[in-house]
Nanobody, 120 residues
């Protein structure tokens, strides 16, 4: 069974930093895009950032210049470095990955989420 496990969430003061990690495991042939989403209570889940297998990135306007996504393909791991955190960044952060398990199966997988709380 393919699974994604996030780590690194927690409580931080405004202006602080956190580094999230997400490791994929299981029957993986290859991983295409990997990304981070977030969802706050009463709000829709939104895309924060995505990175392709080759390293191309895109960011939501709200996090540009503050967040950096990276990946280690050898470790099947994606990271999110979050700097200059703001209270509005408070949310559950979810890891997402498009994974090819075999020749006929490509699926999006989600982690269970990790809570990031930014206090003012």
């Amino acid at each position: 069974q393919v699974q994604l496990v996030e780590s690194g969430g927690g409580l931080v003061q405004a202006g602080g930093s956190l580094r999230l990690s997400c490791a994929a495991s299981g029957p993986i042939f290859s991983i295409n895009d990997m990304g981070w989403y977030r969802q706050a209570p009463g709000k829709q889940r939104e895309l924060v950032t995505v990175i392709t297998r080759g390293g191309s990135t895109n960011y939501a306007d709200s996090v540009k210049g503050r967040f950096t996504i990276s990946r280690d393909n050898a470790k099947n791991t994606v990271y999110l470095q979050m700097n200059s955190l703001k209270p509005e960044d408070t949310a559950v952060y979810y890891c997402n990955a498009r994974i090819r398990a075999n020749i006929v199966s490509v699926m999006d997988y989600w982690g269970k989420g990790t809570l990031v709380t930014v206090s003012s």
